[in-house]
Every structure is written in C-alpha cells, then in structure tokens.
C-alpha cells in the first residue's frame, strides 16, 4: 500500500527547497553592549523599536516574491541593513514620526499597502509603501514610497538615509548620489547607492542635502535649522553610521514617489517608466483574494481575516514559505503547516501542493519535527482537496515518517512536551487521512502510536490566565487555539494592519509573523465550520456580538467537501440556508448548527430551516422584530425539526443568501 505509482503532478518537482538565498540580510546583531545608549546620548534619532527594544512591523511586497519589506509603525520602510526614514517640515516646526505620540497606520483596502499619517497644520502629510514589479534590466521588484501633501499649505519632505533598522543598529559604510535615466521633463532622476549598492531611486535632484556619520554626528539638527547644502555631497563612516537627507519642497496636494530596488539588481538602476499609485496597487490586491467567500457582523474580525488572506501570499515565493517573508526556515514545524494551511482552506491547493512536493528528497533523513511537519501538511491537504496524485506520490514518505516516529517513541527520545503534542497533532491528521483513503489497518496503527505521543505532551499556550507564561506564548500559536473572547482579543492586539511578532532565525523576533497571520484565517474558519466524525458543525460557536447579526460562508473546503451557508435573522430566529458538495465517494453528513440551535440536524445537502428562537445576550439595548421569511415551509417552523425536501431546484451558482 505504500508503492509509488505516479509521476510527480504536472509542474512540481522534488528538488530540494533549501538553497541559499540572493538577498542578504540586515545586520541583526549589530547592536553591542551599550550602543543604543551612546547614540542616544549623542543626540542620535532612533527608530521606535530599537528605543523601546520592540519588534512590531508590517509587511509589504508583491506576491510569489522571495522578498517581502519591513514598515515599521511610523513609516520607516527597512532595507538591507539601512532604512529610509521620512520627516515633515511644516510651517510651525519639523515633525519626524518615529517620535510624534500622533503617527496613524493602516492598510490600504486591508492590502500590504501601508498608509502613515501625522497632522500637520491645514491637513495631513502621508506616507505610503507597497510592493509592485516593473521591467530594469536586472530584477523588477520594487517598494515604492509615496509623500503627499494633504493641506493647503507647502510643506518640505525629507527622506532620509538611516543607519538602523527597525529594531537594531544596521551598517552603513558610505552613500553617494549620482544622475540616472527615467526623470520627468526637466527632471533628472538620481540614484542613491550604499555602500555601492543601489539602494533608493529619487525622481528628480533634490533640493538640499544633509549628511552624518558618527564622527559628525546625526543630522537632525541640520536639516531642522535649515542648514541643509545644495550641493550633492557623499558621506562616508568607518563606523556604519553614515547617513543621508534629501529635501523636497512639497506644495499642496503633491506627491513624491521614490523607488526602492529589492532583490537582484543590476549595476544601475533608473526610474522606473511606470508606476502604479498606491490606491490602484490595493485594489489590485482583491484580484488574489480569490476562493472562499465569508461575511461576519463583526468589523474588526472581518477586516483581520482580509488582511491576513493578502499577508499570507508573502509568505510564498513560488517554491516555499516563509513565516518572515524573507530568509527565515522553509520547514519549521509550527509555522510552515500553518500556512500551508491556511492555503489549503482558501482552497488553493497548487500553492501548497508546489510545496510539498519539493520535500521529497529532504524527507529521507528527515528529523521528528520535520517528519511532523510533512505528516501533517500531506495529511490537511488531501482530507481538504482529495488530491490522490500528490498522495500517491508521497505515500512512501508517510510511511517512512510514521515508521521513524515510532522508532524515536520506543526510544524515549522527546521529551519537550509541546513538540510531543505537535507530534500526536500530525499523527492524528495522518490516521484520519488513511482512514478516509481507504487504509483502515494503517489508520488504526498510527492511531496507536498518537496515543502513546499523548502521554507527557502539552500544548504550547499552556495556562493562559498566567499573564507572564501567555507573553511567551507566540501569538501563532495562541490565534491556532484561540476561541471566544481571547480571539477578539488577540486580533485588537495585531492593531490596524493585524501583524503579530513571532520567533525568527537565530532566535531573533521578527515583527510580522506571517505564520500569525495564518493562524488568523484557521482561528476564524474554526468559529465559522469545525468538521466532526459524521459531518460538519456550522457555526460552532455564536459570539455574543454577533446576535441578530448575518453570516455568509460561500464554497468552504471540508474534509467532507464544500459548503455553503447564510443565516439571517427574524425577530429572535434565526433561519440558515445551506448548500454541500460532497467529495467523491462521501455518502450523506450530518450538518448542525449547535451555536444557535444545538437541537437542529439535517443530512439533505440543500436546503434552508428557521432556527429554534435564540435569547438575546443581556445588554441588548434594542431588537428589531421582523416578519419571518414567507417561503419558509411551516413545518420547518418546529424548533428541532429537521427540514423538508429541498427545493426543485438549487440556488443559482455564485447567488446570494439574503
């Protein structure tokens, strides 16, 4: 039962996925013992997170990219090792965001688009970041930065060469500027290099320039007195400190937009030819939204899980994903399964199975955590899609990973408790696939040995009412097991671009954990459909706040097939409509609703039902009573009943539930 049959599925390969990256990455470790002091005594500009020892970011780039770009809460957009920062020179005084307490963040249309804000007299000056591709000779991914002036009034825009990144001191040994192609009319564009690099594309020649190092010292105090040159000047710093600004005088209502070059570059880079606005970029995001479809009242859970349906596509670069969007472990039990699944429940299953595939060779040595890892993401995506090709394919390798699971077992060689867990999580996945496939000796097998995994495991949120044991805690794993008011909780702390920190390499955090944002999506797909051993539990669980309140669900993968659903509401009843495609070979499922009426089942694929009455929660200020729906059958009007025949016909194809 474990011979391989089949080619790899058409376009997938088992190349190993571990090959070294292009990109460098940003001098993480520089920060020595009492740096951040100094520079802080010499009167140095610090980013936030390195004054307040914080990891928080969001990130931006574009999708399939190997490369995703850090923003951290005031706009400061992180290079390799530098960032660029930007300041506001307005009639009154100078404002630098990282330091202003009214800096505003959000997303775009809820797309890696980040928008900063900071009030200025008249209006706003903001700052935007995105990730778009457009044609250079070498590479053609690009973050661009966007000032714009919102007021009636001219202000001055700064961008600014920084030493630092996000949350540590970076490396910068020399800046110089030097004229490029691609300016407009009389402009002519110029490139800024670090360290000989081209780092930051200007469209025109700026109109003063300032300079540090840390023999000079920081600029601040030039460019805010005015004291800013002309002259295009270069600066050098055997320190790493070397940094730059360049001065734009902004009237009302105009922009500057800067590109930033990322990934592979060539020897020179021009402007480039066109660029997107940021407003055209974001809505350019809802195209990759595609799959599930789903309508919750609460506002804030719903603009989360859009956000992180958009975030998680940086984390895939075409062959692997990555929790930092960048250069962190392509195959790390804990954060890759949970993207890959949540791939898998937005039904794109050709990500996850591009990925899995390129495991094969890695897979014959692989160790307990890695064999975890495989078992779990080959086990969600066929029970999800039934996708026997890719099982076929890898079914040696299962069998492989259980058998050097239970060798490890009868050893007694794991003894951290969490990562027993994650192991008796994956052989549970494992046996309930075999089951389903076709193969129940092997599922009651790997049934056993998951058994005996139980013993001495733990979860990895533990107590959570332990307020120091839950700051451990990463929020990954939190949002994977979080249910009712700790959800809401969670997703007010990844603030208005739901980002979270989490574990990076080298035990490093990173402020934008994309395994998180992941998380998120399985969190919300759990208070919206769990499966169960005879069918599916729709809305399992009822917040509070959502009472009176609609809910749609539109073509959800199962482990049974597809669902659909939609409740509305008359007076203190609700009424579902439902619509399942079972998988291949699945007979009839029992469907329930236990959050509203824990007493109503049915096993008709289609249909629709009015609901037990449903008391309102206590607080309730007001309740609209409204007629209840005229085509509902009588009969269905009996809490507890299951429903009469479905209708002649079904609902037309992509059609609405109100």
């Known amino acids: 039962m474990f011979r391989r049959s089949s080619r790899p599925p058409a376009g997938q390969t088992d190349a190993q996925a571990g090959s070294s990256r292009s990109a ?11 740096l951040v002091e100094a520079l802080t005594a010499e009167g140095w500009l610090l980013p936030r997170g390195l004054r307040n020892r914080t990891s928080r970011w969001s990130l931006v780039g574009t999708v399939a990219s190997p490369v995703a770009t ?21 009639d009154d005084r100078w404002r630098m965001p990282t330091r202003e307490a009214s800096v505003r963040q959000t997303l775009l249309g809820d797309a890696p688009v980040t928008e900063t804000v900071v009030r200025v007299p008249g209006g706003d000056a903001a700052h935007r970041a995105f990730g778009i591709r457009s044609p250079r000779p070498v590479g053609d991914e690009w973050v661009i930065v966007e000032l714009e002036n919102r007021t009636t009034i001219p202000f001055a825009s700064v961008l600014v060469v920084r030493p630092f990144v996000a949350d540590a001191v970076g490396s910068v040994g020399e800046i110089t500027v030097e004229p490029v192609e691609g300016g407009r009319g009389r402009d002519v564009a110029h490139l800024v290099r670090i360290d000989g690099r081209p780092a930051v594309v200007l469209p025109r020649r700026p109109a003063r320039v300032a300079v540090g190092n840390r023999e000079q010292g920081d600029l601040v105090d030039t460019v805010a ?18 940094t730059m600004a360049f001065v734009f005088p902004t009237p009302h209502t105009a922009m500057l937009r800067v590109a930033l070059p990322v990934g592979e570059v060539g020897e020179v880079v021009d402007y480039p ?13 809802e195209v990759h939204r595609r799959g599930p479809r789903f309508e919750v009242p609460d506002q804030h ?14 984390a895939h670069d075409g062959e692997a994903v990555r929790r930092d969007g960048r250069a962190g472990a392509d195959m790390e ?43 779990t993401a080959v086990s969600r995506h066929w029970l999800l899609h039934r996708i026997d090709e890719l099982l076929d394919w890898l079914l040696p390798e299962v069998a492989a990973a259980v058998e050097r699971l239970d060798r490890t077992e009868r050893r007694r060689r794991i003894t951290d408790p969490v990562l027993r867990w994650r192991i008796a999580d994956a052989l549970s996945d494992a046996a309930r696939m075999l089951h389903h496939a076709g193969q129940p000796d092997a599922s009651t097998q790997v049934h056993t040995l998951e058994e005996r995994y139980r013993v001495g495991a733990q979860a990895p949120v533990g107590a959570l009412d332990d307020a120091a044991h839950a700051a451990s805690v990463a929020a990954v794993d939190r949002l994977s097991l979080a249910s009712g008011v700790e959800l809401e909780q969670l997703i007010a702390d990844g603030g208005t671009t739901s980002s979270w920190p989490g574990p990076g390499p080298r035990g490093r955090v990173i402020g934008h954990d994309l395994a998180a944002s992941a998380a998120l999506i399985g969190a919300v797909r759990r208070r919206l459909v769990v499966e169960q051993a005879d069918g599916l539990a729709l809305l399992p669980e009822h917040p509070e706040g959502w009472y009176g309140g609609g809910v749609e669900v539109h073509d959800l993968p199962t482990e049974w097939g597809s669902v659909s659903y939609g409740i509305r509401w008359h007076g203190i009843r609700p009424a579902i409509l439902w619509d399942f495609v079972a998988h291949e070979g699945i007979g009839p499922i029992r469907l329930t609703v236990p959050g509203l009426d824990p007493t109503w089942s049915t096993t008709e694929p289609r249909g629709d039902a009015l609901l037990a009455e449903v008391v309102p929660p206590k607080g309730l200020k007001s309740l609209t009573i409204v007629a209840e729906h005229p085509d509902i059958d009588p009969a269905m009007r009996r809490p507890g009943d299951d429903p009469g025949p479905p209708p002649a016909s079904p609902p037309p194809e992509g059609g609405s539930f109100s």
Do not use: K, M, N, Y
């Open 225 to 242: 007195s005015g004291a800013a040159g002309t002259d295009l000047v270069s600066i050098e710093c055997p320190d790493g400190l070397a």
């Open 273 to 285: 030819q066109v660029i997107p606005d940021a407003t055209t970029v974001a809505a350019g995001w």
């Open 333 to 375: 039990l804990g954060a890759t399964d949970v993207i890959l699944e949540a791939f898998d429940l937005l039904d794109r299953p050709s990500e996850v199975g591009v990925v899995v595939a390129r495991w094969l060779e890695r897979l014959a040595v692989a160790d307990p955590a890695t064999d975890a890892l495989a078992l």
């Open 70 to 90: 850090a923003v951290d809460p005031a706009g400061l957009v992180v290079g390799e090792g530098w960032s660029l920062d930007w300041w506001v020179g307005a």
């Open 301 to 314: 859970v719903s603009a989360a899980l859009e956000r992180a349906r958009a975030h998680i596509l940086l």
């Open 24 to 34: 460098t990455e940003a001098a993480d470790a520089a920060v020595g013992p009492g």
